[in-house]
């Protein structure tokens, strides 16, 4: 059976040096702050000072991960004569994963004796993180590349994605909602509570009064579709807003004795759209 390797994107939020223990490798999406048009990638800037700026008023837009920057490190891997596990960013929200698939192509004719197999996670940040995290793991138990990638293809559609954001006025830049929406939910203290559907898109479920009841709301989706109550694992990801993670990973163990596993900023990428106080859950359901 050949070498592997697995291929992520930096939208999984999980940190560099982790998916380097991991034994993952990481193509960087990058991002600009508009009042100076310097291009950063992900890992490049510490979040805290991230969300400092965002909170200041810089206004952070994104950019995909190009064809180029896959091409460049499939390449170096099949020089190594290892094969490739791509599991990319969603396609409900980035054009990355179609960068990657390209790049797949492309290199077949160079290297025909090397297989790169490409699964399109429909996940975004920890979410994310948390599907490569359990690839990492079933590869650790001896999976060959063609039984892991079914094995990631079958586990998508259960990584439950919930969170909450802080300020509309964010979602209201990427056209997620209207003007007249986050203003009124800025003067009423309105908090939405979205998730991640089966394509990998954003989608608005309900809305609640508070942030304490939106967060809530998130163990409420643990209660009610968790594929395995009480066990994980779990993530969580939070805007630079660590006290509402850990009231959030508190309320888990009161209810079901389970600890969130890891707990990760939520990236430049994802949180230049969901802006400070961004906080979510993730953990395996019965489904998405």
């Known amino acids: 059976m050949s070498e592997y390797v697995i291929v992520a994107d930096s939208a999984c939020d999980i940190e560099q040096e982790v998916l380097k223990e991991w034994g993952v490798e990481v193509v960087k999406l990058s991002y600009i702050f508009t009042d100076t048009e310097e291009s950063r990638e992900d890992y490049e800037l510490d979040l805290k000072q991230f969300y400092k700026y965002m909170r200041d008023g810089r206004v952070a837009k994104t950019s995909a991960a190009n064809t180029q ?3 460049d490190l499939f390449g170096e891997l099949f020089e190594q004569g290892k094969d490739i596990l791509y599991i990319g960013f969603s396609t409900g929200l980035s054009t990355s994963y179609n960068s990657g698939c390209a790049a797949a ?5 160079k290297y025909p004796e090397r ?16 599907l490569v995290y359990l690839a990492v793991e079933k590869k ?5 590349l063609e039984a892991l990638a079914q094995y990631v293809t079958d586990t998508r559609d259960h990584i439950c994605h919930w969170f909450t954001v802080d300020d509309l006025v964010y979602l209201k830049r990427g056209g997620r909602i209207s003007a007249a929406a986050a203003f009124v939910a800025g003067v009423l203290d309105i908090k939405p509570v979205l998730h991640v559907d089966n394509e990998g898109h ?18 409420d989706k643990y209660d009610e579709l ?9 993530f969580s990801c939070q805007g630079d807003c660590m006290e509402d993670a850990e009231y ?12 969130v596993d890891k707990i990760v ?13 961004t906080l979510a859950l993730f953990f395996l359901g019965k489904e998405k």
């Open 248 to 259: 959030l990973g508190k309320l888990l163990m009161e209810r079901h004795q389970v600890p």
């Open 105 to 109: 192509d492309e290199l077949k004719g």
């Open 115 to 130: 297989r790169c197999v490409c699964v399109d996670s429909f996940a975004a940040s920890a979410g994310y993180g948390l």
């Open 69 to 71: 920057q896959y091409l």
């Open 226 to 234: 968790a594929l395995h109550p009480g066990k994980g694992p779990v």
């Open 202 to 219: 954003l989608i608005n479920m309900f809305k609640v009064r508070k942030r304490n009841t939106s967060t809530r709301a998130l163990a």
């Open 265 to 277: 900023y939520t990236g430049a990428v994802i949180g230049a759209h969901s802006g400070p106080g």
């Open 140 to 144: 650790k138990e001896g999976s060959s």
